[in-house]
Nanobody, 124 residues
């Protein structure tokens, strides 16, 4: 049984930092990603890492502030979030895909497995 378990969310002031973790079990994946969903909004792509080669890709809204990294051997992915803004407030979800193409790596429907989400709240 595949499981993705996120941790590390919480409340932080604007300008602060948080680090999210996602541990996967049950199988290996080609890519792991982070999405987020703010109240009343659709779930949106944040960042993805491809295990082979370690390439990463970010949404424009987080580029330069967030860093995705991971440990392939542990099937664990991290999201280091710096310079947080109130608009980063959302539930953050970890996602994993067995096979994914570069043009669609930001597309929600391409990811087969999801975690339960962890709340990140940034106060102004």
């Amino acid at each position: 049984q595949v499981q993705l378990v996120e941790s590390g969310g919480g409340l932080v002031q604007a300008g602060g930092s948080l680090r999210l973790s996602c541990a996967a079990s049950g199988r290996t994946f080609s890519s792991m990603a982070w999405f987020r969903q703010a109240p009343g909004k659709e779930r949106e792509f944040v960042a993805v890492i491809r295990w082979r080669g370690g390439s990463t890709y970010y949404a424009d809204s987080v580029k330069g502030r967030f860093t995705i990294s991971g440990d392939n051997a542990k099937n664990t992915v991290y999201l280091q979030m710096n310079s947080l803004k109130p608009e980063d407030t959302a539930v953050y979800y970890c996602a994993a895909a067995r096979v994914i193409t570069l043009p669609t790596r930001h597309v929600r429907s391409e990811y087969e497995y999801w975690g339960q989400g962890t709340q990140v709240t940034v106060s102004s």
